[in-house]
């Protein structure tokens, strides 16, 4: 009796083709999904990083009358006088810079060990080249502080000493709202905020009102060791004010409108941001970025804010605007 031969099953290559289109289409489908989830949790832990920088900063202004300052420097500038941004502070002879406000808040956000390793009176470097000396101020300005980065940010991370949090040093139309500037009028120096260099600011001198006045700001915009690994900043960098490039640290003003200059990413991307970071904000959020306010409150500002809304919050006591943040 003659055998059966069994029957062989498989796909056709058609019928793999069309299995493999479903499969590609499917993965496309839930790509944008998983990516928007990804971002709203990035975007949570933002905002709660921002809400515990304004609860460190409220907490330092309640020990010691006055917010911490955006930057400092001994002797201390005299900004009532012409040029004050390019006399030779920032590790120039005689003259040196120091803490800036991240620095000074580290006890109220619970990383006094951070603090205790470094020392008031002793010059903090600016740009990676530039200051430093101390042993204890230089290790810390080389650790990264996680506390200070978004997860939105692909230039934040573990190995990355960014600073995505800014402080609002004021606002204004352009050049002419700031103190001084320098490179060209590139990089601002602004008093009209509440945290600027050299500033003693007191929450009694909002008189703007602390719901009307920003007090950091998110941004994309500090200059990074990745497109320019001879001079970039970290999260730590003291203020610059010297000669012709100087520049503040961990401040900006709003100046220019939210996410609209040229960042280390997406269309036009630059090297180095030193001519950007002072006098705008931003993120890698779609649509705006992040402000904590002087009331303790964080709101996220769009990119169609009205900018003369935009800039006069940016200062404390212009009269502007009435009725709270947008």
């Not at 499917?26 to 971002?39: C, D, F, M, T």
């Not at 009102?209 to 060791?225: D, F």
Request: charged fraction near 10%.
């Amino acid at each position: 009796m003659a055998r059966r031969r069994a029957g062989r099953w498989g796909f056709t290559l058609i019928e793999l083709l069309v299995v493999i289109a479903i499969i590609a289409v499917l993965i496309g489908l839930l790509l944008p999904a998983v990516q928007k989830v990804r971002e709203a949790a990035a975007r949570s832990t933002c905002q709660n990083k921002m809400k515990q920088i304004g609860l460190g900063l409220h907490n330092f202004a309640s020990a010691n009358g006055v917010f911490p300052s955006g930057g400092t420097t001994s002797p201390e500038l005299n900004t009532s006088t012409a040029n004050w941004c390019t006399s030779n502070g920032g590790g120039g002879s005689g003259n040196g810079s120091f803490f800036t406000w991240p620095v000074y808040i580290l006890p109220y956000m619970e990383e006094s060990s951070r603090f205790s390793n470094m020392t008031p009176t002793a010059t903090v470097i600016s740009i990676a080249d530039r200051g430093g000396g101390n042993a204890g101020n230089d290790a810390e300005w080389n650790r990264p502080m996680p506390k200070y980065q978004c997860p939105s940010d692909p230039n934040s991370g573990s190995g990355v000493t960014n600073l995505n949090y800014f402080g609002v040093q004021g606002g204004g139309a352009d050049a002419t709202a700031a103190s001084c500037t320098n490179s060209a009028g590139n990089r601002y120096w602004m008093l009209s905020g509440i945290i600027y260099h050299n500033s003693k600011v007191r929450i009694t001198d909002v008189t703007d009102g602390t719901s009307n006045t920003y007090l950091v700001g998110e941004t994309k915009y500090m200059s990074l060791r990745v497109p320019n690994p001879g001079q970039y900043y970290g999260w730590a960098s003291s203020d610059w004010p010297l000669g012709t490039f100087g520049s503040p640290a961990s401040v900006a003003g709003a100046v220019v409108a939210i996410n609209t200059l040229a960042s280390y990413t997406g269309s036009g991307a630059t090297t180095h941001t030193f001519d950007v970071q002072t006098r705008t904000f931003g993120s890698n959020h779609p649509g705006g970025c992040f402000f904590a306010l002087a009331d303790g409150s964080v709101s996220f500002v769009t990119n169609g804010i009205g900018i003369g809304i935009y800039r006069a919050m940016g200062t404390r006591a212009d009269g502007l605007p009435i009725g709270g943040a947008p």
